[in-house]
């Protein structure tokens, strides 16, 4: 099973950056660790993916721990429009196409 | 623009009204699927489609019906409604490949009374 775990939810100030952890203990060596998030009223969007080296693009930076077992994801400066659900993924079965959603983290910012 | 389009958006039915919710890509993705969310329960794969006529269950296949006749389309075929239904749907596309980000739709909420 596709399992990852993540705390339900972290608090952040505006412009602090932000660290959201996900375990991940029984991850294979060829799996991709994807990060999507959910904004209020909408569908899921994708933020990071890695598979054993650190990431970054312009939304975010992906660590990767050294025995792939979990991952953070890194939000250098929180916005507020950062509020969202955090989804730590790793795809599962042999369709890639398969992604199987955890509760996620609720990410709140303050101004 | 890259998007994935859902129609409708709102839908209100009766129970046992035949249904399709339409999804359609413009990035010659071959990987489609379609969630369902609700509250408490995150989302849930429903059926996924590989490539043209290439489809299978997700999680929770039963009351639906897909089909793939053409790359860019994945319509999600409700033949009975119940109120069970009732849901948020989302549908998505992905390039066939590994570690490929997926596109959502902007979702289509059902209502069956």
């Known amino acids: 099973d596709a399992k990852t775990t993540q705390p339900n939810s972290m608090e952040s100030n505006e412009e602090e950056p932000v660290h959201l952890p996900c375990n991940h203990s029984?991850?294979?060596?060829?799996?991709?660790i994807h990060w999507y998030r959910q904004l209020p009223s909408q569908g899921p969007e994708y933020v990071i993916h890695?598979?054993?080296s650190n990431v970054n693009n312009r939304m975010a930076s992906l660590a990767i721990a050294e025995d792939r077992k979990s991952s953070t994801l890194i939000l250098h400066r929180a916005t507020l429009r950062d509020a969202a659900v955090y989804y730590c993924?790793?795809?599962?079965?042999?369709?890639?196409?398969?992604?199987?959603f955890g509760q996620g983290t609720i990410l709140t910012v303050h101004p | 623009e890259a998007q994935v389009t859902q129609n409708p958006r709102y839908l209100i039915t009766v129970t046992g009204k035949k249904l399709t919710v339409t999804c359609s890509q413009n990035?010659?993705?071959?990987?489609m699927s379609w969630y369902r969310q609700d509250p408490g329960l995150g989302l849930r794969q429903i059926y996924y489609?590989?490539?043209?006529?290439?489809?299978d269950k997700g999680d929770v296949p039963e009351g639906y019906k897909v089909s793939r006749k053409e790359k860019r389309n994945f319509p999600l075929i409700l033949e009975s409604p119940s109120p069970n239904q009732t849901s948020l749907y989302f549908c998505?596309?992905?390039?066939?490949?590994?570690?490929?980000?997926?596109?959502f739709g902007p979702g289509t909420r059902l209502t069956v009374l």
């Open positions: 998505a596309s992905t390039r066939a490949g590994r570690g490929n980000e997926q596109f």
């Open positions: 993924i790793r795809p599962g079965g042999t369709s890639y196409g398969k992604l199987t």
């Open positions: 890695g598979l054993t």
């Open positions: 489609s590989m490539n043209v006529e290439v489809t």
């Open positions: 990035m010659n993705h071959e990987y």
């Open positions: 029984t991850i294979s060596g060829t799996d991709y």
